[in-house]
């Protein structure tokens, strides 16, 4: 169905809740606790989350085919696999994410803006990473662009943090796209920033932007040398922005939702 809204009371008002996981026999993309395919869909206030826990490994709150989808104020809970952008136009605002690794992946053509990025508590012997964007061809135009967010240790990771490894992420597939602009980056954040998926595949095809990021962990002196990788200018910024990497002004305005459609 197209053009559905669901409107909860608040985060942690509205919560829709499942426990599905790669552990207990689901795929991962049938582990998620909700899924929407229809175009143009909305969400406002409320919360998504998959309760299997960090030892169930791959474990969906969210997935979203949905082009042209829109999701406003709402929070989405896991730890490995959280929010799953698997395709289409996505724009994310004001949102929070926990997870542990690989929390935010797919292959949609995403924005996340003015959102909180919470990482949790791994478990042992494994590494946070963020994101893994699944571009497997270099002509799709896709990615994932996060934009004036704040990524921070949850609660339960704050103790933890410097003992365990949490990186900004790493190449599901060759062509993998993720950026980071004018966002907080906690020092939680590895100084190398990005993380090896398997040897050295993808690192000369991937694209892993930074852009006037600022906190403990956004010093660009010590990342990764790998040739995918780019502190950004101003210009190649701008083209993962809300304006140019969504084409908001056709499809955003009319969910009045608010956005900030330049860097």
Known sequence: MKNLMFVGDGIDRTIITGKRS?????????????????????????TFQNTAGAMKYQAVAMRSDSDM??????????????????????????????GTVDFIFGDGVVVLQNCKIYVRKPMRNQKNTVTAQGRSDPNENTGISIHRSVIKAASDFRSSQGKIKT???????????????RSNLGGLIAPAGWLKSNGNFALKTLYYGEYSNTGAGASTTGRVKWGGYHVMSSSMARKFTVEKFLAENSWIPASRVPFTSNL
Do not use: N
């Open 22 to 46: 790669v552990k207990d026999g689901w795929t991962t993309f049938k582990s998620a606790t909700f899924a929407v395919a229809g175009k143009g869909f909305i969400a406002k206030g409320m």
């Open 167 to 181: 990186f900004l992420g790493r190449p599901w597939k060759r062509y993998s796209r993720t950026v980071f602009m």
């Open 69 to 98: 989808s829109v999701f406003y104020r709402c929070s989405f809970k896991g730890y490995q696999d959280t929010l799953y952008v698997h395709s289409q136009r996505q724009f994310y605002r004001e949102c929070d994410i926990y």
